[in-house]
């Protein structure tokens, strides 16, 4: 069954780079492939992008020119970095596994979230 | 991106009653659509994929129906278990969407 850790800092500077990192257990993660999924506080889900085993990722567009995912084979690791940040960034975020088939997606299961406050 | 609006954006029901949400897409998205249960504090979990498709260990009180833009959650009996906001996502194509939640609360 695998299990999903995010972790990072709690509090991020203005302008910096928000990085953050899920620690995947019970599953390899080139067997699968990586979603980020971040909530402002009070409002609905929006989807950050995606890394598969092989490292290739996708972004979402209103992110794209500030995103990057990574993968640490050997930590087991999937990392998020978010450059130029503003307080908008400020939400919990999540990491997810995605998977499926017949060309259908769902996420299953999620990290417990971190949340990540934007300020001076 | 392709727009998911469900309805209502809040409920109000008593335990044993039918309860249905719907997810309206902006565009067709055939059976690209997923259901999440997200209890305060909690991350969200799937609930039925594939629009229709129970996710194992859900109770069988949830289902799924739609295709196209079209779709519903029906919780058959609400339990007061089943507290929580809902939300819709769709893996037609990238970047993937959400609906804006549902909260359901117990009258």
């Known amino acids: 069954q695998v299990q999903l850790q995010e972790s990072g800092p709690g509090l991020v500077k203005p302008s910096e780079t928000l990085s953050l990192t899920c620690t995947v257990s019970?599953?390899?993660?080139?067997?699968?492939?990586w979603t980020w999924i971040r909530q402002p506080a009070g409002k609905g889900l929006e989807w950050i992008g995606r890394i598969y085993g092989s490292g290739h990722a996708d972004y979402n567009p209103s992110l794209k020119s500030r995103v990057a995912m990574s993968l640490d084979v050997s930590k087991n690791q999937v990392s998020l970095n978010i450059n130029s940040v503003t307080a908008a960034d400020t939400a919990e975020y999540y990491c997810?596994?995605?998977?499926?088939?017949?060309?259908?997606?769902?996420?299953?299961?999620w990290g417990q979230g971190t949340l990540v406050i934007v300020s001076s | 991106d392709i727009q998911l609006t469900l309805s209502p954006s809040s409920l109000s029901a008593s335990v044993g009653d039918r309860v249905t949400i719907a997810c309206r897409a902006s565009h067709p998205i055939s059976t690209f659509l997923n259901w999440y249960q997200q209890k305060p504090g909690k991350a969200p979990k799937l609930l039925i994929y594939?629009?229709?498709t129970l996710q194992s260990g859900v109770p069988s009180r949830f289902s799924g129906s739609g295709s196209g833009t079209d779709f519903t959650l029906t919780i058959s009996s609400l339990q007061p278990e089943d507290i929580a906001t809902y939300h819709c996502?769709?893996?037609?194509?990238?970047?993937?969407?959400f609906g804006q939640g549902t909260k359901l609360e117990i009258k």
């Open positions: 019970g599953g390899s993660l080139t067997s699968y492939y």
């Open positions: 997810a596994s995605s998977t499926g088939s017949a060309s259908h997606e769902w996420l299953d299961p």
């Open positions: 594939a629009a229709s």
């Open positions: 996502q769709q893996s037609f194509t990238t970047p993937y969407t």
